[in-house]
């Protein structure tokens, strides 16, 4: 029961993780391999904020998120644009944009060890929580329950507005989405901006839990993509049922086996995944 | 490729191994110490670019091969008795099992699931060694003690250069080689005029992982001691295909290219500025993507080749 609701618990900001970077390979078709670093960002400013003004991680949020939008879409548009445009083809655009955001993730871990080369440690809410009858963290349960408020609105936006319908259409065929009329450049912006806002808010949420340092981003990049690979690209209901199936092995394996193995449990899930299901949990076989 | 040309460039390779032979007679200490290193990356860089240089298949998986012979090598001869050359002669076979595992789970699908899946291999597999080391054997070090010297290694990285380079000399004139090139252009066209791309790939990834295997395990006695941590750093993975990229891999000869300059900018910024090495490797790909897409070696050709075109 325990390991359930724990499990459960992680797999939510897994998903919210995941979310960030599905909108940006799902729609911007950029596989963005520093996306685990803006993910440290948001924890790391998480910390500062809170060592220097007590000002709690939740509020931090609120001035994270329009940062991180804004230096997303910066970055999109100064250094991935040129790349989409150069590509020939889907595979070309995959080796660049994968190489990029290799070096982007690199100098930002580089500058991030510069400020701080430790690790974050600060203890917010860190009180138990009763559910039935057993004790949690309560940061755990404050985390959970933001990740599922700003998974939530995103899918609101996404199923029930037209900008978000747009989306939806970029993220089906980009070709096609253009021909009736919709600004594919300027989505794909949009869809990075906001991917890289949700991820960077999921990184200040774990940072209340998890005691993170500058160069851990590339795990949960890891994670973040054995999510969408199981879930299936683009597949929001796939996504969340492999972050909470991912949390689940990582808690059970933590538990009763070692807490050093949860990469390890997560790649024996990635193996299983690609040998049987490649295609995601919910996703069709390509004919 | 005409039959005297072939001839000429063998002869060439030839000198230039030769000389390379000779650096020991001139060069000690520190500067064998560097030409350890440089040997040491352009086997790497060069195994590596004849899979993922026609493929455009970015494989991170050296680490973990060259992790798993090194700590191969260490835990045969501190835990298990055994000699220096048998462990030498396992290593590379077990690293290309493994790569093997790899190729015919990941290689059937498109390149990212690829990407992806090696990206945290080095990782995952130290973790797992780490846990068996703390739970198991006992032992957190491992020693690895014999009376090779650098220069000792250095030739046996030469030599098994050479194996590498005309294994890929070969590759290019073969069937495989002309099946890769096609994948790269075009995996679809591939399969659609009767190439097994996956078979190709996995052939030439399996041969990528026996030569990081066996580079980790013959250059296990320069460090002496191994730990997992050590072996198994996921940096080299990246340096790898820096060099790799920086020199080009359109040629046999291009990762050298890079490998010699990046391997010295490297040592200068870890003997000065060792702090901002994540970052200069991190500017290195930004330079690589944006400003030398095919790699110095592919710039010169480009200049050349404009060059000829108007002075005719």
């Given amino acids: 029961m325990d390991i359930i609701i724990t499990g459960l618990l992680l797999g939510g900001t897994y998903a919210l993780i995941a979310f960030g970077l599905n909108m940006q390979y799902g729609v911007a078709r950029i596989m963005n391999l520093a996306n685990g670093e803006f993910l440290v960002l948001g924890a790391l400013a998480a910390f500062w904020i809170f060592l220097a003004d007590a000002i709690s991680p939740i509020l931090t949020m609120l001035i994270v998120a329009p940062l991180a939008f804004f230096g997303n879409w910066v970055i999109y548009k100064v250094l991935l644009r040129p790349l989409v445009r150069r590509a020939k083809n889907q595979g070309q655009l995959e080796v660049d944009s994968i190489l990029a955001t290799f070096g982007m993730s690199f100098a930002l871990v580089g500058i991030m060890v510069s400020i701080h080369g430790e690790y974050f440690t600060y203890s917010y809410l860190a009180e138990p929580f009763e559910i039935v009858g057993e004790t949690f963290a309560l940061n755990r349960i404050v985390a959970f329950c933001f990740a599922v408020l700003i998974g939530g609105a995103l899918w609101l936006w996404l199923y029930f507005t037209r900008p978000g319908m747009a989306m939806r259409a970029v993220s089906v065929s980009t070709e096609a989405s253009g021909l009736v009329g919709i600004n594919v450049p300027r989505m794909s912006a949009l869809a990075f901006a906001l991917g890289g806002a949700v991820t960077t808010m999921g990184g200040t949420l774990i940072s209340t839990f998890i005691t993170l340092d500058a160069s851990v981003g590339v795990i949960f990049t890891m994670k973040a993509l054995i999510i969408i690979i199981m879930g299936g690209v683009g597949d929001i209901r796939g996504a969340i049922v492999a972050a909470v199936i991912l949390g689940l092995v990582e808690t059970t394996v933590a538990r009763l086996i070692d807490p050093g193995l949860t990469l390890a449990a997560a790649y024996a899930i990635f193996v299983l995944v690609l040998l049987f299901r490649p295609q995601g949990l919910f996703g069709r076989r390509p004919t | ?312």
């Fill in chain 2, 1 to 312: 490729m005409s039959h005297r040309s072939d001839i000429k460039s063998l002869i060439w390779g030839a000198i230039l191994l030769l000389l390379a032979a000779c650096v020991p007679l001139v060069a000690n200490g520190y500067w064998m110490s560097i030409a350890l290193t440089i040997a040491m990356f352009t086997v790497l860089a060069t195994s590596w670019a004849l899979f993922s240089g026609p493929t455009h298949y970015i494989s991170l998986a050296t680490a973990a091969f060259f992790g798993v012979g090194g700590y191969l090598v260490g835990t045969g001869m501190s835990d298990y008795n055994m000699g220096f050359w048998p462990m030498v002669a396992i290593a590379p076979i077990v690293g290309a099992v493994l790569a093997f595992l790899i190729g015919i789970a990941t290689l059937r699908l498109s390149g990212v699931y690829f990407v992806i899946f090696t990206l945290g291999l080095a990782e995952m597999i130290r973790t797992l060694v780490s846990w068996i080391q703390n739970n198991f054997t006992g032992s957190r070090g491992l020693y690895v003690l014999t009376d090779l010297t650098e220069a000792d290694i250095y030739i046996y990285l030469v030599i098994l250069a050479a194996a590498v380079y005309l294994a890929g000399w070969w590759v290019n004139r073969s069937r495989l080689g002309f099946a890769l090139r096609i994948i790269g252009n075009d995996e679809t066209v591939a399969r659609h005029v009767g190439i097994n791309t996956a078979t190709s790939k996995v052939i030439l990834f399996t041969f990528s992982g026996f030569v990081a295997a066996l580079v980790g395990a013959l250059i296990a006695p320069r460090y002496t001691y191994i730990e997992p941590n050590g072996v198994f750093s996921p940096e080299l993975s990246f340096i790898v295909v820096i060099m790799a990229l920086l020199g080009g891999t359109g040629r046999l000869w291009g990762p050298i290219v890079g490998v010699i300059p990046f391997a010295l900018l490297q040592e200068f910024i870890n003997a000065n500025y060792s702090n901002y090495s994540t970052l200069v490797m991190g500017i290195a790909f930004l330079v690589i993507v944006y400003f030398l897409p095919k790699g110095v070696v592919g710039r010169i050709e480009q200049a050349l080749a404009t060059r000829r075109r108007s002075t005719w």
